[in-house]
């Protein structure tokens, strides 16, 4: 499949996040697309698409078979077929489109702005997606270099080409990723856990708790 255009990816995008958000209007008159492709928010970049900017974007995406012109209203009506033309799963879906609408994002950042078109259990669950995205082929997603002083590296879709910033190296590839709040949180609920057995132990065993703390110490 040949790079989509700015304009046919905002447009596929847009087809998939309106499915979720407003399911009673979907499929999506040109109108109703014209006005979420240059909605002002959650949108990165801002568009200023014109309506024969969409109906090209729409002609590019019908010949990928991206998605379908539905009959039967006085209202010309389109919806997307990006599950099977992209041959990948929904919540692949989902975060591609959001990645098309709102930029790079953080795998943590993509889980909460993906909330309404897929919930996922956790963030291990989106980098687990983003892996197969990106090992697929042609790749639909590559992990970018770690901006100076971030926490975590961000993710690109490739659906429009190349990305503009640096991709990772082999090196941060495969560098260990850092432990993440929730991680951490479970961990400090596992030493407490530990800490209130090895107290109760003691107690039955008539020991003294704070000795017994300090002998080990």
Not at 89 to 118: F, I, K, M, S
Not at 170 to 184: F, G, M, S, Y
Request: charged share 25%; glycine share 6%.
């Amino acid at each position: 499949m040949r790079d989509l255009t700015h304009a046919q990816g905002r447009v596929l995008a847009v087809l998939v996040e309106k499915q979720a958000t407003v399911p009673d209007t979907y499929p999506l008159s040109l109108n109703a697309l014209l006005a979420g492709c240059n909605q002002k928010t959650a949108r990165d970049p801002v568009m200023n698409l014109t309506e024969a900017d969409v109906l090209e974007a729409i002609e590019g995406l019908r010949e990928l078979s991206l998605i379908n012109e539905v009959s039967g209203t006085r209202v010309t009506r389109y919806d997307h077929n990006a599950n099977r033309g992209l041959g990948v799963p929904g919540a692949a879906v989902a975060l591609l489109a959001t990645l098309l609408l709102r930029g790079p994002q953080t795998a943590a950042e993509l889980r909460a702005n993906c909330e309404r078109l897929h919930r996922f259990a956790d963030t291990s669950s989106v980098e687990g997606f983003l892996e197969e995205l990106a090992e697929k082929s042609p790749p639909r997603v590559v992990r970018l270099a770690r901006a100076a002083g971030a926490r975590e590296a961000r993710w690109a879709q490739l659906l429009t080409g190349e990305p503009s910033l640096p991709v990772a190296g082999p090196e941060e590839l495969a560098a260990p990723k850092p432990a993440r709040a929730d991680e951490i949180a479970a961990l400090r609920a596992e030493v407490a856990e530990l800490r209130a057995l090895v107290l109760r132990m003691a107690a039955e065993l008539g020991m003294d708790p704070q000795l017994n703390s300090e002998s080990t110490t």
